[in-house]
């Protein structure tokens, strides 16, 4: 049973930071391309950023400059360094990995950017 288990959320006032992670069941995590979602209610779920097997990155237009992800192969982890929070920023965060046809979900964290 795969499991991506995210953690890191919580609250934080507008300007703040929080560091996300996402640790991984999966036996050859080096070969998953990864990624970051959120949700906030009443909208679709959203892409954040991306990072592939080889290490190459992709943000959503709003998160660029101020979110990072990162990947550590050897701890199968990846994380989203978010900066200079803003109230849109809050939504659960998901954690999504995939591989040719194997797509899997974490249960999500929440984010809650308010003062």
């Known amino acids: 049973q795969v499991q991506l288990v995210e953690s890191g959320g919580g609250l934080v006032q507008p300007g703040g930071s929080l560091r996300l992670s996402c640790a991984a069941s999966l036996s050859i995590f080096a070969i998953y391309n990864m990624g970051w979602y959120r949700q906030a209610p009443g909208k679709q779920r959203e892409l954040v950023a991306a990072i592939t097997s080889g290490g190459s990155t992709n943000y959503a237009d709003s998160m660029k400059g101020r979110f990072t992800i990162s990947r550590d192969n050897a701890k199968k982890t990846i994380y989203l360094q978010m900066n200079s929070l803003k109230p849109e920023d809050t939504a659960v965060y998901y954690c999504?990995?995939?591989?040719?046809?194997?797509?899997?979900w974490g249960q999500g964290t929440q984010v809650t950017v308010s003062s």
């Open positions: 999504n990995a995939v591989y040719h046809t194997s797509n899997y």
